[in-house]
């Protein structure tokens, strides 16, 4: 059973810096997708950053050079590193999963809230 789990959230003054973490059973490197949508409140969930098959990466324009994806394979492990917050990137951040048996399957977290206000 895929399991997804965020942790890092938190209040932020702008200009700060978050790091968000997504702990994933079984082993991530079984999806051939994984990364960090958000949404905040009236809005639809948008795609921020993950990692795609042989490890490319895609960011959002809104965070690029701000945001940087990692991971750690033997921790099982996907991170969001957040600088230059800003009030903007207030939302909940949810990590994605997505796998292939015979059909695309998406997983997701419960989320995590990021509020940047000071």
């Known amino acids: 059973q895929v399991q997804l789990e965020e942790s890092g959230g938190g209040l932020v003054q702008p200009g700060g810096s978050l790091r968000l973490s997504c702990a994933a059973s079984?082993?991530?490197?079984?999806?051939?997708?994984i990364g960090w949508y958000r949404q905040a409140p009236g809005n639809q969930r948008e795609l921020v950053a993950r990692?795609?098959?042989?490890?490319?990466?895609y960011y959002a324009d809104s965070v690029k050079g701000r945001f940087t994806i990692s991971r750690d394979n033997a921790k099982n492990t996907v991170y969001l590193h957040m600088n230059s917050l800003k009030p903007e990137d207030t939302a909940v951040y949810y990590c994605?999963?997505?796998?292939?048996?015979?059909?695309?399957?998406?997983?997701w977290g419960q989320g995590t809230q990021v509020t940047v206000s000071s």
């Open positions: 079984p082993s991530i490197v079984s999806f051939f997708a």
């Open positions: 994605n999963a997505q796998s292939y048996v015979g059909s695309v399957m998406d997983y």
């Open positions: 990692f795609t098959s042989g490890d490319n990466t």
